[in-house]
């Protein structure tokens, strides 16, 4: 998934992925995002050879840098999926016993500062940003938009199913695809409405958390039952380590747990992202950065210093002291501090991409970013073969160390075949298959990715 979070205490006994994103639950689990997660960038016609009718503007040129931003919000729920694919014990509350030392340790508290439930947002702002996109594209070509978005919706949905049954339940997918009939349905609100109701919808859930968590401790919570969680997460390791049939029946099992993190923690935080998306995309915010260089700055000084606090706050509750009413106040404050966290990742990668050392940064990123779908649903089965009975059955094999290091590993060959794919063809294979399903027509497959 893309939001990344151990379970809490009230969210049932089975071990549930961490939610994209961010990371995606895409950290995808901070998800796919990519992200929006895990969705692939808008599509817009080539301008070359065309010439925009009387009166209209011409469609916008590709931005590189959101390229560039939507492939490090990849990386990012990758570096977070791989830990659930890799370990029944992550997000179980419980340490894995073959890997319980020091270096064991700091890697899981890198990830959870820096990674965990912070990536997904970047998906969703990208999300909302490219609805703008794809609303302005219809209204220039007198295209209806809605039939269109909401096959693209279904679509999302049926790949979201059969990748969280078949390969990581922490899909990222079917929440985009519910939560863009939302954002459908409120696309006509004024940018200042959108960002009022994200603001509101985040403190709310915060709110929320930090209600519960004094309903936990005035009841004298006892907190996670380690030897419980410990015994779950060793019965999905062998169930993981079995066939295909055991693989998709722990996978099923784990499926309540994530639904209900989904609802009550990644849900409301994707959505406020998708609204505030929705503001920046209404006023071209990405489009010309050289305008927003002071707001990139104040939001890297404010997003680092707060989101980082908040995220220490944040690992300390989920590693030291799991389950009881200290994680969930800091889930709640991670709801709160993890967007301004995105937010200073989100600006520390766009002034890169603009700025003198633009080229290698676009050139690492933006083509994993132009195919983020096909990228997403690639890691997910390139992990399952290499940790689960599907393949290789590594899982609870390999040092969380040694997972990250294969998280890098492959990010950079997807960074490669991406680039050389894009040469050759217009859209990554599933972003293909999606917008001939969106379009209901045959879009062209060979030369290189429209401008």
Known sequence: ??????????????????????????????????????????????????????????????????DALRGFALF????????????????????????????????????????????????????????????????????????RFLRRLAGLFALGVLHAVLLFPGDILTTYAVLGLVLLAVHRVRPRTAVRAAVALLALTAAAYALLALASWSAGGAGLDSGAAAADAARATEQLRGGAASVIR??????????????????????AAFLLGLAAGRHRALGDLSRHRHTLRYLQAVGFTVGLCGGVVYAHASLAHPGGAYQV??????????????????????????????????????????????????????????????????????????????????????????????GRHRYGPVEWLLRAWTTLSRPRWRGGAPS
């Open 1 to 66: 998934m893309n939001g990344d979070t151990t379970r809490p205490p009230w969210a049932g006994s089975a071990q549930a992925p961490g939610l994209p994103g961010a990371a995606g639950i895409p950290g995808t689990p901070d998800a796919v995002g990519a992200a929006g997660a895990a969705v692939p960038a808008p599509e817009r016609a080539p301008t070359r050879g065309r010439t925009p009718a009387p009166g209209q503007a011409p469609p916008p040129a590709r931005l590189a840098a959101v």
């Open 76 to 147: 990012g729920i990758l570096m977070v999926n791989i830990t659930y694919l890799a370990s029944a014990y992550h997000g179980s509350g419980v340490e894995d016993p073959g890997f319980d030392g020091p270096l064991d340790g700091a890697v899981r508290a890198v990830l959870a500062v820096f990674f965990e439930a912070k990536f997904f947002l970047l998906f969703s702002f990208l999300f909302g940003y490219s609805f703008t996109l794809q609303l302005e594209s219809a209204e220039r070509r007198g295209a209806r938009f809605a039939p």
């Open 250 to 271: 722990a996978h099923l099992e784990e499926l309540p747990d994530v639904v209900f993190l989904l609802v009550f923690f990644q849900a409301p935080a994707a959505l």
């Open 329 to 422: 106040f800091a889930l709640g404050l991670d709801v709160v501090t993890a967007p301004l966290l995105a937010a200073a990742y989100a600006a520390t990668v766009l002034r890169l991409a603009t700025g003198r050392r633009a080229r290698p940064v676009i050139a690492a990123l933006a083509p994993a970013g132009r195919m983020t779908l096909t990228n997403y649903l690639t890691q997910s089965a390139v992990c399952a073969l290499l940790f689960t009975g599907y393949g290789a059955a590594l899982v609870g094999r390999v040092s969380p160390l040694g997972v990250a290091l294969v998280a890098v590993a492959l990010f950079a060959a997807q960074a490669a075949a991406s680039r050389w794919w894009l």
